[in-house]
């Protein structure tokens, strides 16, 4: 999960952070982020924020005489998929309960760093999008310091508190996504089912393991969240035996898929492209992922997740119907494994960079193949409506989540451990 900005303020009897507090974590995490990449990216950084203010400078007059006619940037990442879609997601929901001031928002999505036309289509459908670059540019520009910007930081990119997502998603539940196919995009995309291997009326999951390679620009900065794909077979062989399909998802730098009966590798098929992305998303029975953001393309559609390897260990699942389990956290020099209440009464729980994991003297263990097979059969039996084979587990979800303070990422969330994960650690999670 990328590094950015201070935690939120109180909202809905959340805890305050003082300001004070929450500048000191800031610079923390752009310390670390500084140490991480070097001095060329700092100058270059450094260099790119000059020239902005500069220009913010310029243009101060226009700036504020559209803040004052009540236009709002939102500051959403467009470039990473999981960010377009979970920022906008939760705006636009906090708009439809009523929890935002009326003014006249948009997002600048210029063409070159949106990273789904196809979901920026759909997006343009709720809300005003921006696509023209030089425009794009100076609006981005203008609302650097505040003016004119409603900033969306702490939906998902808090470093310290809980993520405003979650809070939304559990106010959300019971109530239909915000998005769903066009007729005509679900037209298409089932026709191209066929063209993909996938027999009629087939049902798929979306599977997905992010890899070295997915974002090179701060790979060693988010290293510790990759896994490695021949992990998911034995989830893949247990969606098969119960009749489904497992569409493979990411790009053509990934490492190809081993053969498995019932898997079609589409992260290395022709017909890949961000049309047929959405709508595979949105048309698979779940989605078995990880910590990379693609998965939030199916939450928004209303499609739940099962997640594993997830990192920070204070990261769940975003919405209720998410089943998640975490990577463990162990001592490097002891070689001994942190317990559940070791790591949530440690910052350690929150760290987002591998440099934060090193300086600690921790490193991150991959969740096995078998824990992720038992995690997408227990999202299978829930969708099949036999959550009661998981029912004398329940005491252990309580106890993970009674660990859970204000000061988490995930607190509040209304999703859900593995039980099958909680019942193999149970000695960890100190019952």
Known sequence: MPVSACAPARRSGRPVMSLVQAR???????WARVREEGLLWTIRELGERALLLLLWLLLLPVTVTLHVAGFRRLSVITERVGHFAAEIDCFLKLQA?????HRRYFVTAPPARVSNDCLADYWASKLSLVREPRLCALLAAMGRLGLMRHDVTDYILTVHGAATYYRVNAEWAGRPPLLELSPEHALRGRARLSELGLPPDAWFVCVHV??????????????????????????IRAIAER???????????????????????????????AEMDVFLCASCRFFLGDTSGLFVLSSIFGVPCALANLVPFSIMGYAPRDLSIPKLLFREREQRVLSFPEVFSSPASNYRMGRMFREAGLGVKDNTPEEI?????????????RAELYAALEPLQDAFKRLLRPAHYCYGAASRIGARFLERHRNLLGV
């Open 373 to 385: 097979g038992e995690l997408a059969v227990e999202m299978l039996d829930r969708l099949e409506g």
């Open 24 to 30: 000191l974590q800031r610079l923390r995490y752009a």
């Open 97 to 101: 309960l009523g929890k935002l001031p």
């Open 210 to 235: 992010r890899e070295e390679g997915y974002s090179s620009g701060d790979e060693k900065v988010h290293a510790y969240r990759n896994a490695e794909v021949q992990a998911i077979v034995p989830a």
């Open 243 to 273: 009749g489904g399909w497992c569409v493979r998802m990411g790009d053509p730098a990934t490492t190809p898929l081993p053969a498995v009966a019932g898997a079609i590798d589409y992260a290395h098929h022709p017909l890949r492209s």
